[in-house]
Protein backbone atom coordinates (compact mmCIF):
# COMPACT_ATOMS: atom_id res chain seq x y z
CA UNK A 1 0.00 0.00 0.00
CA UNK A 2 2.91 2.78 0.76
CA UNK A 3 4.34 1.99 -2.86
CA UNK A 4 1.07 2.44 -4.62
CA UNK A 5 0.36 5.69 -2.91
CA UNK A 6 3.47 6.86 -3.28
CA UNK A 7 3.41 5.96 -7.12
CA UNK A 8 0.31 7.76 -7.27
CA UNK A 9 1.26 11.07 -4.95
CA UNK A 10 4.10 10.97 -7.51
CA UNK A 11 2.33 11.13 -10.62
CA UNK A 12 -0.27 13.19 -9.05
CA UNK A 13 2.17 15.64 -8.05
CA UNK A 14 3.36 16.30 -11.55
CA UNK A 15 0.13 16.50 -12.94
CA UNK A 16 -0.78 19.43 -10.38
CA UNK A 17 2.30 21.25 -11.69
CA UNK A 18 1.60 20.55 -15.25
CA UNK A 19 -1.89 22.49 -14.81
CA UNK A 20 -1.12 25.63 -13.86
CA UNK A 21 0.85 25.98 -16.84
CA UNK A 22 -1.79 25.61 -18.97
CA UNK A 23 -4.13 27.44 -16.30
CA UNK A 24 -2.08 29.66 -16.17
CA UNK A 25 -3.46 31.58 -19.52
CA UNK A 26 -6.90 31.55 -18.03
CA UNK A 27 -6.15 33.37 -15.15
CA UNK A 28 -3.84 35.58 -17.09
CA UNK A 29 -6.67 36.23 -19.65
CA UNK A 30 -10.32 35.20 -21.12
CA UNK A 31 -11.28 31.95 -21.27
CA UNK A 32 -10.99 32.11 -25.21
CA UNK A 33 -7.41 32.95 -24.66
CA UNK A 34 -6.68 29.63 -23.71
CA UNK A 35 -8.17 28.25 -26.97
CA UNK A 36 -5.47 30.50 -29.15
CA UNK A 37 -2.36 32.56 -28.93
CA UNK A 38 -4.29 35.01 -30.79
CA UNK A 39 -7.16 35.92 -28.91
CA UNK A 40 -7.28 38.42 -27.56
CA UNK A 41 -4.63 39.07 -29.35
CA UNK A 42 -1.32 37.45 -31.60
CA UNK A 43 2.07 38.13 -29.62
CA UNK A 44 5.24 36.59 -30.83
CA UNK A 45 6.55 35.50 -27.13
CA UNK A 46 3.21 34.46 -26.98
CA UNK A 47 2.53 32.32 -29.54
CA UNK A 48 5.67 30.36 -28.78
CA UNK A 49 4.42 29.67 -25.18
CA UNK A 50 1.58 28.89 -26.37
CA UNK A 51 3.28 26.35 -28.75
CA UNK A 52 5.06 24.80 -25.97
CA UNK A 53 2.27 24.42 -23.73
CA UNK A 54 -0.03 22.48 -26.25
CA UNK A 55 2.66 20.21 -27.15
CA UNK A 56 4.03 19.45 -23.18
CA UNK A 57 0.86 20.31 -20.90
CA UNK A 58 -2.48 20.69 -22.72
CA UNK A 59 -4.97 18.04 -21.88
CA UNK A 60 -2.15 15.42 -20.82
CA UNK A 61 -1.83 17.10 -17.12
CA UNK A 62 -5.80 17.07 -17.01
CA UNK A 63 -5.67 13.62 -18.42
CA UNK A 64 -3.22 12.08 -15.53
CA UNK A 65 -5.36 14.00 -12.73
CA UNK A 66 -8.23 12.38 -14.18
CA UNK A 67 -7.08 8.94 -14.10
CA UNK A 68 -5.92 9.10 -11.02
CA UNK A 69 -9.18 10.80 -9.53
CA UNK A 70 -10.35 8.05 -10.67
CA UNK A 71 -7.87 5.36 -8.76
CA UNK A 72 -8.59 7.24 -5.83
CA UNK A 73 -12.06 7.00 -5.60
CA UNK A 74 -11.18 2.95 -5.44
CA UNK A 75 -8.75 3.80 -2.67
CA UNK A 76 -11.24 5.33 -1.24
CA UNK A 77 -13.71 2.77 -1.36
CA UNK A 78 -10.94 0.13 -0.13
CA UNK A 79 -10.23 2.42 3.07
CA UNK A 80 -14.39 3.09 3.89
CA UNK A 81 -14.97 -0.81 3.88
CA UNK A 82 -11.74 -1.26 6.09
CA UNK A 83 -13.15 1.23 8.59
CA UNK A 84 -16.91 -0.62 8.25
CA UNK A 85 -18.34 2.15 6.45
CA UNK A 86 -20.40 2.03 3.43
CA UNK A 87 -18.20 3.05 0.65
CA UNK A 88 -20.90 3.96 -1.54
CA UNK A 89 -22.39 6.55 0.69
CA UNK A 90 -19.19 8.06 2.10
CA UNK A 91 -18.03 8.11 -1.68
CA UNK A 92 -21.14 10.67 -2.51
CA UNK A 93 -21.10 12.76 0.98
CA UNK A 94 -17.22 13.26 -0.11
CA UNK A 95 -17.96 13.92 -3.69
CA UNK A 96 -21.14 15.99 -2.57
CA UNK A 97 -18.62 18.11 -0.75
CA UNK A 98 -16.43 18.74 -3.82
CA UNK A 99 -19.05 19.96 -5.32
CA UNK A 100 -19.92 22.57 -2.75
CA UNK A 101 -15.69 23.43 -2.94
CA UNK A 102 -16.17 23.50 -6.85
CA UNK A 103 -18.98 26.25 -7.22
CA UNK A 104 -17.28 28.20 -4.50
CA UNK A 105 -14.06 28.12 -6.39
CA UNK A 106 -15.96 29.42 -9.08
CA UNK A 107 -17.88 31.93 -7.64
CA UNK A 108 -15.25 33.36 -5.77
CA UNK A 109 -12.68 33.25 -7.33
CA UNK A 110 -11.99 31.71 -11.45
CA UNK A 111 -14.15 30.39 -14.14
CA UNK A 112 -11.76 27.57 -14.55
CA UNK A 113 -13.03 25.16 -12.28
CA UNK A 114 -12.89 21.69 -12.73
CA UNK A 115 -13.96 19.86 -9.34
CA UNK A 116 -17.42 20.52 -9.63
CA UNK A 117 -17.21 18.33 -13.27
CA UNK A 118 -15.20 15.96 -11.46
CA UNK A 119 -17.33 15.17 -8.73
CA UNK A 120 -19.85 14.88 -10.98
CA UNK A 121 -18.33 12.23 -13.47
CA UNK A 122 -16.91 10.71 -10.32
CA UNK A 123 -20.53 10.18 -8.66
CA UNK A 124 -21.48 8.55 -12.16
CA UNK A 125 -17.97 6.24 -12.66
CA UNK A 126 -18.00 5.17 -8.90
CA UNK A 127 -21.17 3.48 -9.47
CA UNK A 128 -19.54 1.18 -12.08
CA UNK A 129 -16.63 0.47 -9.58
CA UNK A 130 -18.04 -3.20 -9.48
CA UNK A 131 -16.78 -4.16 -13.37
CA UNK A 132 -14.55 -6.28 -13.94
CA UNK A 133 -11.69 -3.96 -14.53
CA UNK A 134 -10.93 -5.51 -18.58
CA UNK A 135 -14.82 -4.79 -19.60
CA UNK A 136 -14.58 -1.21 -17.62
CA UNK A 137 -11.50 0.32 -19.34
CA UNK A 138 -12.49 -1.47 -22.94
CA UNK A 139 -15.97 0.33 -22.48
CA UNK A 140 -14.00 3.73 -21.33
CA UNK A 141 -11.81 3.74 -24.18
CA UNK A 142 -14.91 2.87 -26.51
CA UNK A 143 -16.71 5.55 -24.96
CA UNK A 144 -14.13 8.23 -25.25
CA UNK A 145 -12.91 6.98 -29.14
CA UNK A 146 -17.22 6.99 -30.05
CA UNK A 147 -17.69 10.49 -28.61
CA UNK A 148 -14.58 12.15 -30.26
CA UNK A 149 -15.08 10.46 -32.94
CA UNK A 150 -18.63 11.38 -33.83
CA UNK A 151 -17.45 15.26 -32.58
CA UNK A 152 -13.95 15.40 -35.35
CA UNK A 153 -16.95 14.67 -38.21
CA UNK A 154 -18.73 17.95 -37.27
CA UNK A 155 -15.29 19.90 -36.35
CA UNK A 156 -13.48 18.79 -39.99
CA UNK A 157 -16.68 20.65 -41.79
CA UNK A 158 -16.55 23.96 -39.50
CA UNK A 159 -12.63 24.04 -40.27
CA UNK A 160 -13.58 23.43 -43.88
CA UNK A 161 -16.14 26.08 -43.69
CA UNK A 162 -13.80 28.65 -42.00
CA UNK A 163 -11.00 27.90 -44.91
CA UNK A 164 -13.00 28.67 -47.85
CA UNK A 165 -14.25 31.83 -46.12
CA UNK A 166 -10.54 33.30 -45.42
CA UNK A 167 -9.28 32.15 -48.86
CA UNK A 168 -12.30 34.21 -50.42
CA UNK A 169 -13.93 31.24 -51.61
CA UNK A 170 -17.11 30.92 -49.42
CA UNK A 171 -20.68 31.15 -49.84
CA UNK A 172 -22.22 34.26 -48.72
CA UNK A 173 -24.22 32.36 -45.87
CA UNK A 174 -20.85 30.92 -44.89
CA UNK A 175 -19.12 34.35 -44.60
CA UNK A 176 -21.96 35.38 -42.70
CA UNK A 177 -21.42 32.70 -40.06
CA UNK A 178 -17.48 33.13 -39.61
CA UNK A 179 -18.75 37.08 -39.11
CA UNK A 180 -21.21 36.18 -36.67
CA UNK A 181 -18.19 33.50 -35.39
CA UNK A 182 -16.12 36.50 -34.73
CA UNK A 183 -18.36 38.63 -33.07
CA UNK A 184 -18.62 36.06 -30.36
CA UNK A 185 -15.67 36.04 -29.95
CA UNK A 186 -15.16 39.29 -29.63
CA UNK A 187 -18.03 39.57 -26.99
CA UNK A 188 -17.08 37.27 -24.68
CA UNK A 189 -13.47 38.32 -24.59
CA UNK A 190 -15.00 41.89 -23.49
CA UNK A 191 -17.44 40.06 -20.83
CA UNK A 192 -14.45 37.89 -19.41
CA UNK A 193 -11.98 40.70 -19.32
CA UNK A 194 -14.71 42.65 -17.45
CA UNK A 195 -15.14 40.57 -14.90
CA UNK A 196 -11.00 39.72 -14.40
CA UNK A 197 -10.69 43.55 -13.89
CA UNK A 198 -13.72 44.37 -11.60
CA UNK A 199 -12.90 44.28 -7.81
CA UNK A 200 -13.39 41.38 -6.08
CA UNK A 201 -17.15 41.25 -5.32
CA UNK A 202 -18.42 43.39 -8.72
CA UNK A 203 -16.35 40.28 -9.95
CA UNK A 204 -18.35 37.71 -7.49
CA UNK A 205 -21.62 39.71 -8.55
CA UNK A 206 -20.73 39.62 -12.44
CA UNK A 207 -20.03 35.52 -12.47
CA UNK A 208 -23.34 34.85 -10.64
CA UNK A 209 -25.48 37.25 -12.55
CA UNK A 210 -23.86 36.73 -15.73
CA UNK A 211 -23.19 33.01 -15.91
CA UNK A 212 -24.50 31.35 -12.43
CA UNK A 213 -24.37 27.85 -14.23
CA UNK A 214 -21.03 27.80 -15.91
CA UNK A 215 -19.52 25.22 -13.80
CA UNK A 216 -22.39 22.95 -15.42
CA UNK A 217 -21.59 23.76 -18.79
CA UNK A 218 -17.75 23.31 -18.36
CA UNK A 219 -19.13 19.52 -16.91
CA UNK A 220 -21.25 19.42 -20.55
CA UNK A 221 -18.24 20.68 -22.41
CA UNK A 222 -15.69 18.01 -20.53
CA UNK A 223 -17.70 15.04 -19.86
CA UNK A 224 -16.88 12.68 -23.06
CA UNK A 225 -13.22 13.32 -21.67
CA UNK A 226 -13.75 13.54 -17.81
CA UNK A 227 -15.82 10.82 -17.66
CA UNK A 228 -14.36 8.15 -19.62
CA UNK A 229 -10.97 8.87 -18.02
CA UNK A 230 -12.21 8.07 -14.49
CA UNK A 231 -13.10 4.85 -15.51
CA UNK A 232 -9.88 4.24 -17.21
CA UNK A 233 -8.29 4.81 -13.53
CA UNK A 234 -10.52 2.95 -12.10
CA UNK A 235 -9.45 -0.17 -14.10
CA UNK A 236 -5.91 0.77 -14.25
CA UNK A 237 -5.80 0.84 -10.55
CA UNK A 238 -7.21 -3.07 -10.40
CA UNK A 239 -5.58 -4.31 -12.81
CA UNK A 240 -2.26 -3.38 -11.38
CA UNK A 241 -0.47 -0.50 -13.16
CA UNK A 242 0.19 1.31 -10.04
CA UNK A 243 1.42 -1.55 -7.75
CA UNK A 244 4.19 -2.89 -9.58
CA UNK A 245 2.51 -5.64 -10.90
CA UNK A 246 3.56 -4.56 -14.73
CA UNK A 247 6.78 -5.29 -16.24
CA UNK A 248 8.96 -2.26 -16.83
CA UNK A 249 9.37 -3.75 -20.67
CA UNK A 250 5.56 -2.99 -20.64
CA UNK A 251 5.89 0.04 -19.04
CA UNK A 252 8.72 1.81 -21.46
CA UNK A 253 6.73 0.60 -25.03
CA UNK A 254 3.64 2.56 -23.45
CA UNK A 255 5.59 5.04 -23.15
CA UNK A 256 7.69 5.22 -26.03
CA UNK A 257 4.53 4.73 -28.18
CA UNK A 258 2.46 7.10 -25.93
CA UNK A 259 4.69 10.05 -26.15
CA UNK A 260 6.41 9.26 -29.31
CA UNK A 261 2.84 8.83 -31.67
CA UNK A 262 0.73 11.22 -29.30
CA UNK A 263 3.69 13.76 -29.55
CA UNK A 264 3.71 13.30 -33.21
CA UNK A 265 -0.07 14.22 -33.88
CA UNK A 266 0.08 17.00 -31.71
CA UNK A 267 2.91 18.26 -33.34
CA UNK A 268 1.04 18.05 -36.71
CA UNK A 269 -2.02 19.61 -35.24
CA UNK A 270 -0.27 22.97 -33.83
CA UNK A 271 2.17 23.30 -36.49
CA UNK A 272 -0.63 23.51 -39.16
CA UNK A 273 -2.52 25.97 -37.51
CA UNK A 274 0.39 28.30 -36.89
CA UNK A 275 1.24 28.14 -40.18
CA UNK A 276 -2.32 29.08 -40.82
CA UNK A 277 -2.27 31.83 -38.57
CA UNK A 278 -4.55 30.27 -35.47
CA UNK A 279 -7.63 30.41 -37.09
CA UNK A 280 -10.06 30.20 -34.32
CA UNK A 281 -12.85 27.83 -35.69
CA UNK A 282 -9.77 25.20 -36.30
CA UNK A 283 -8.34 26.03 -32.72
CA UNK A 284 -11.49 25.05 -30.92
CA UNK A 285 -11.41 22.02 -32.96
CA UNK A 286 -7.74 21.74 -32.23
CA UNK A 287 -8.34 21.93 -28.77
CA UNK A 288 -11.26 19.53 -28.38
CA UNK A 289 -12.26 16.84 -30.51
CA UNK A 290 -8.59 16.85 -33.02
CA UNK A 291 -6.61 16.62 -29.81
CA UNK A 292 -8.23 13.66 -28.16
CA UNK A 293 -6.96 11.18 -29.22
CA UNK A 294 -3.54 12.27 -29.14
CA UNK A 295 -4.24 13.79 -26.02
CA UNK A 296 -4.84 10.27 -24.45
CA UNK A 297 -1.22 8.72 -26.28
CA UNK A 298 0.33 11.13 -24.45
CA UNK A 299 -1.02 11.13 -21.38
CA UNK A 300 -0.79 7.14 -21.11
CA UNK A 301 2.79 7.69 -22.61
CA UNK A 302 3.76 10.05 -19.25
CA UNK A 303 1.60 7.90 -16.82
CA UNK A 304 3.92 5.03 -17.74
CA UNK A 305 7.16 7.18 -17.94
CA UNK A 306 6.59 8.52 -14.54
CA UNK A 307 5.94 4.86 -12.91
CA UNK A 308 9.56 4.13 -14.34
CA UNK A 309 10.89 6.91 -12.85
CA UNK A 310 8.97 6.88 -9.39
CA UNK A 311 11.47 3.96 -8.22
CA UNK A 312 15.04 5.84 -9.37
CA UNK A 313 13.37 9.24 -7.65
CA UNK A 314 11.32 7.98 -4.55
CA UNK A 315 14.33 9.07 -2.19
CA UNK A 316 15.76 11.80 -3.86
CA UNK A 317 14.92 15.59 -2.85
CA UNK A 318 13.34 16.04 -6.08
CA UNK A 319 11.16 13.26 -5.79
CA UNK A 320 9.98 13.74 -2.34
CA UNK A 321 8.52 17.11 -3.19
CA UNK A 322 6.47 15.64 -5.96
CA UNK A 323 5.25 13.12 -3.87
CA UNK A 324 4.34 15.70 -0.92
CA UNK A 325 2.90 18.66 -3.92
CA UNK A 326 0.43 15.51 -4.68
CA UNK A 327 -0.30 14.94 -1.55
CA UNK A 328 -1.18 18.58 -1.48
CA UNK A 329 -2.33 18.51 -4.65
CA UNK A 330 -6.09 19.88 -3.84
CA UNK A 331 -4.48 22.88 -1.51
CA UNK A 332 -1.83 23.74 -4.29
CA UNK A 333 -4.71 23.74 -6.72
CA UNK A 334 -7.01 26.13 -4.63
CA UNK A 335 -4.23 27.73 -3.77
CA UNK A 336 -2.46 28.40 -7.11
CA UNK A 337 -6.11 29.97 -8.10
CA UNK A 338 -5.65 32.16 -5.20
CA UNK A 339 -2.30 33.57 -6.03
CA UNK A 340 -2.87 33.91 -9.78
CA UNK A 341 -5.89 35.55 -8.81
CA UNK A 342 -3.88 38.18 -6.45
CA UNK A 343 -1.51 38.88 -9.51
CA UNK A 344 -3.38 39.07 -12.31
CA UNK A 345 -7.17 40.43 -10.99
CA UNK A 346 -8.37 43.51 -10.84
CA UNK A 347 -8.61 43.20 -7.23
CA UNK A 348 -4.92 42.17 -6.93
CA UNK A 349 -2.38 43.34 -8.87
CA UNK A 350 -4.67 43.64 -12.13
CA UNK A 351 -1.40 42.26 -14.69
CA UNK A 352 -4.55 40.07 -16.72
CA UNK A 353 -4.20 41.15 -19.86
CA UNK A 354 -1.05 43.93 -19.02
CA UNK A 355 1.64 41.48 -18.64
CA UNK A 356 3.04 39.77 -21.50
CA UNK A 357 1.72 36.90 -22.81
CA UNK A 358 5.37 35.33 -23.38
CA UNK A 359 6.16 36.18 -19.38
CA UNK A 360 3.84 33.82 -18.66
CA UNK A 361 6.54 30.86 -18.22
CA UNK A 362 8.32 33.08 -15.60
CA UNK A 363 5.09 33.15 -13.70
CA UNK A 364 4.76 29.29 -14.35
CA UNK A 365 8.18 28.63 -12.70
CA UNK A 366 7.63 31.02 -9.94
CA UNK A 367 4.04 28.98 -9.29
CA UNK A 368 6.13 25.58 -9.49
CA UNK A 369 8.48 26.89 -6.70
CA UNK A 370 5.63 27.56 -4.30
CA UNK A 371 4.02 24.55 -5.20
CA UNK A 372 6.96 22.46 -4.24
CA UNK A 373 8.55 24.48 -1.15
CA UNK A 374 6.29 24.11 1.52
CA UNK A 375 4.14 20.62 1.26
CA UNK A 376 7.16 18.48 3.11
CA UNK A 377 7.30 20.60 6.14
CA UNK A 378 3.71 20.97 6.35
CA UNK A 379 2.65 17.30 6.10
CA UNK A 380 6.03 16.97 8.69
CA UNK A 381 3.83 18.55 11.29
CA UNK A 382 0.27 17.79 10.16
CA UNK A 383 0.02 14.58 8.06
CA UNK A 384 -2.42 16.14 5.75
CA UNK A 385 -2.34 19.50 3.05
CA UNK A 386 -4.66 21.83 5.34
CA UNK A 387 -7.50 21.62 3.02
CA UNK A 388 -7.22 17.45 2.58
CA UNK A 389 -8.03 17.52 6.13
CA UNK A 390 -10.86 19.74 5.93
CA UNK A 391 -12.37 18.04 3.21
CA UNK A 392 -11.81 14.42 5.18
CA UNK A 393 -12.95 15.93 8.75
CA UNK A 394 -16.44 16.84 6.66
CA UNK A 395 -16.14 13.99 4.70
CA UNK A 396 -16.33 11.64 7.90
CA UNK A 397 -18.54 14.07 10.40
CA UNK A 398 -20.60 12.13 12.90
CA UNK A 399 -19.70 8.94 10.63
CA UNK A 400 -18.04 5.67 13.30
CA UNK A 401 -15.27 4.48 12.12
CA UNK A 402 -12.20 2.69 13.34
CA UNK A 403 -8.90 4.83 13.59
CA UNK A 404 -6.91 3.84 10.27
CA UNK A 405 -4.32 6.23 9.12
CA UNK A 406 -6.02 8.36 6.22
CA UNK A 407 -5.15 6.82 2.71
CA UNK A 408 -3.14 9.42 0.64
CA UNK A 409 -5.75 11.15 -2.42
CA UNK A 410 -8.63 10.28 -0.22
CA UNK A 411 -10.52 12.81 2.11
Known amino acids: MPERIGALDFVRGVAVLGILAINVTGFW ?12 RLEPGGAV ?8 FEGKMRGLFTLLFGASMMLFADAAERRGANPDLMQVRRLLLLMAFGYAHYALLWWGDILLPYAACGVLAFSLRRLAPEPLAAAALLLFLVSHGLEIIGDLGSIATEARVLAGHGAPAE ?38 LLPLANLGATFFETFPLMLLGM ?14 SSLRRMALFGIGAGGTMSAGLIGWAALHQFP ?24 AALLLLYPRLRDTSAGQRLVAAGRCAFTNYLGTT ?37 PRWWLARFGQGPLEAFWRRLTWL ?9 AAGAA
Request: proline share 8%; no cysteine.
Open 49 to 56: WFVIAYLL
Open 280 to 303: PAAMFALMGSLAAIPHLAMTLGYL
Open 29 to 40: GPLLATFSPAMP
Open 338 to 374: FVMSALFAGWGLGLGGVMPRGALPLVVLAGWSLMLAW
Open 175 to 212: AAEQTAMMGRIAASITADMRVLHAPFLEAVRLRLTTAP
Open 398 to 406: GVRRSPLPP
Open 235 to 248: ALLRMGLFTGEWED
